[in-house]
């Protein structure tokens, strides 16, 4: 395991918590060549953020990942609601919660 992801992966924890809510989390086949790759989804399972663990250049892996993906450091996400249609006002918000959570200060 290397130094960045053994730094990164508590603080994504902790950046996690802050969101206040519980995530399973299963490992991303599709990892782009990151150090570490995850999709977290919350209980309610209506919003998914797949998150990455870069070494370098997270402004080119940003890229990659298109419209909708943030940065956080070398922390690389994208969040996303998957909830019904008739929940999207409110999953938009908690998907909303997720991204502030990630993109933010510990």
């Known amino acids: 395991m290397s130094d960045r992801l053994e730094r990164e992966r508590p603080r994504l924890e902790r950046l996690l918590a802050a969101s206040s ?4 989390e299963e490992p991303l086949a599709d990892d782009r060549g990151a150090l570490g790759a995850w999709r977290f989804t919350n209980a309610d ?3 998914e953020a797949d998150v990455y663990i870069v070494e ?8 990659q990942l298109g419209a909708g993906a943030s940065m956080n450091g070398a922390i690389v ?4 609601y998957v909830g019904p249609p008739e929940d ?10 997720v991204t502030g959570a990630l993109a933010g200060d510990e």
């Open 21 to 24: 809510m519980e995530f399973t």
């Open 45 to 47: 399972g209506d919003v």
């Open 77 to 80: 996400f994208a969040v996303r």
């Open 56 to 63: 370098d250049e997270p402004r080119a892996f940003l890229e």
């Open 88 to 97: 999207a006002f409110e999953g938009q918000f908690r998907a909303g919660s």
